[in-house]
């Protein structure tokens, strides 16, 4: 790929469409990209060497992205005659390597300023500034490359300065030299150092494997070891649960056992007063049979006092013998049971003790 023709409008000292005869492809500075020879500007002072060149700039190179409004206005031809209002560099490359993704063997692009506007069209299509920087670097213009385009004087600056620092470069070539002697004897006894180490290496490899049998031992005696003590703790675990489970059934039964003994208590105090009160009903009853045999007593002294006073008497006295023998019979009846739950409160106190003393 090469340049074939430049064509220019409005731009610096070229105000009418200028379009030079075409490059040829063996001198072209397109060839720098492959190495090749660089086609000379030449001309008398004043001919438009300069802005020639920044025409090609202004189309390839980043120099001229990014431009302000004055900028842009500074690049306009300012001669006698019309203002020019815009401007344009159009460049047509040959592309039958199709180096440019396009299948033609021609691709034009061009780039036109105005005060207000920048624009670029590629084979007459409006495209992005991003769009052409993205064709030339698959083309071959890397950003990375800033020498695809090489100004005048830059070669020569680039051996000038080169020339100037021989002095300091031979200088560090003597101190790279002996840099390089000092780094062959260090090498040289790093060499006997190597077989040194290779011993060593050698031994600490041997090292290292008594150390891991010796490590691996004591492991597998740590491990049997811990697995014994677990077994013990598990053991230990269920025999404390199984203390812990009879606690909570003795202790279940001494619950137990106080609470019969509170239910038996009160029973007994329910049985002690109805005797109490049973003893209380036989003393009346007994207080009142004395009372009849001594009013039975008088009756029967006096006799005066007739049959039916007689008969009145012998049924109450009956009915007091029979009010005496019910509560005889209900006392008998009452003190077994007494004596019964007199005996079952003795037997709970006595469990309940003994639970006291195993807990």
Not at 215 to 234: F, G, M, P
Not at 240 to 268: G, P, V
Not at 304 to 317: F, M, N, T, V, Y
Request: with cysteine; glycine share 4%; aromatic share 8%.
């Amino acid at each position: 790929m090469y340049i074939k023709k430049v064509i220019i409008q409005g731009f610096r000292s070229y105000r009418d469409q200028t379009c030079p005869e075409e490059f040829s492809p063996h001198h072209n500075i397109i060839g720098m990209i492959c190495l090749t020879s660089i086609i000379p500007i030449v001309g008398r002072n004043g001919s438009g060497k300069s802005n020639f060149f920044q025409a090609i700039q202004f189309v390839l190179s980043d120099e001229y992205s990014h431009l302000s409004n004055q900028e842009r206005q500074n690049l306009l031809h300012e001669g006698t005659g019309p203002r020019v209002i815009s401007a344009y560099v159009e460049m047509i490359f040959d592309n039958s390597d199709n180096r440019i993704p396009f299948d033609k063997n021609e691709v034009s692009l061009r780039r036109i300023i105005g005060s207000k506007k920048d624009q670029y069209f590629l084979d007459k299509k409006m495209v992005t500034k991003a769009d052409v920087m993205n064709m030339l670097e698959s083309a071959g213009f890397s950003r990375s490359n800033p020498y695809y385009i090489v100004k005048q004087g830059k070669v020569s600056g680039f051996f000038i300065s080169y020339t100037n620092r021989f002095p300091s470069i031979e200088a560090k070539r003597e101190q790279i030299s002996e840099l390089l002697n000092s780094i062959e004897d260090r090498l040289r006894t790093l060499e006997n150092e190597t077989k040194e180490l290779k011993e060593y290496q050698h031994w600490d490899r041997d090292r290292r494997a008594l150390e891991f049998t010796i490590y691996d031992r004591e492991l597998k005696e740590t491990r049997k070891k811990l697995e014994e003590i677990q077994t013990r703790r598990e053991q230990s675990s269920e025999s404390t649960a199984e203390i812990r489970r009879a606690a909570k059934d003795c202790a279940d039964a001494i619950e137990k056992l106080e609470r019969d003994l509170r239910d038996n208590r009160l029973k007994e105090a329910q049985m002690q007063d109805e005797v109490e009160q049973v003893q209380a009903s036989v003393s009346d009853v007994l207080q009142r049979r004395e009372q009849l045999q001594l009013t039975i007593a008088d009756y029967s002294a006096t006799l005066r006092g007739g049959k039916s006073a007689r008969e009145r008497a012998s049924e109450e006295l009956n009915r007091v013998r029979e009010q005496i023998n019910q509560v005889e019979r209900r006392l008998a009846e009452l003190r077994p049971q007494y004596k019964k739950a007199k005996q079952f409160e003795d037997e709970l106190a006595n469990a309940l003790s003994d639970a006291e003393h195993r807990r």
